[in-house]
């Protein structure tokens, strides 16, 4: 920890995470994590519509990766959130739309 703060200018912390406890890492934070115990992971990643054009261009930028990279794989897959996002709008449109029509 103390190197990592030497050497990078970054504060880092240490915790261990019990059975039922949930952890928040912000955005764009760095973290690495290590299982003492076999267990299962879930993780829910969000980004905010402030956030889609910085997505999109990492996924651009992973896309240029030679074939072979190990960071090749686009895990942000940002086109398909754009494109989920606007199918959960329209939908969302629609209900509004209907509603609104019933009420006439």
């Not at 764009?28 to 992971?41: D, T, W, Y």
């Not at 980004?47 to 896309?63: D, F, H, K, N, T």
Request: aromatic content about 4%; proline content about 4%.
């Amino acid at each position: 920890q103390r190197a990592c703060l030497a050497d990078n200018g970054v504060q880092a912390f240490s915790f261990v995470q019990n059975e039922l406890e949930a952890v928040f890492i912000p955005a764009g934070a760095p973290h690495q994590v290590r299982n003492l115990k076999s267990c299962m992971k879930v993780a829910l990643d969000f980004v905010s519509p402030e956030g889609v054009l910085e997505s999109l261009e990492q996924s651009l930028r992973i896309r240029k990766l030679p074939e072979g990279h190990l960071a090749k794989e686009d895990k942000l897959q940002g086109q398909c959130m754009v494109i989920e996002s606007a199918r959960a709008a329209v939908e969302i449109i629609k209900k509004a739309d209907e509603a609104a029509a019933a009420l006439r």
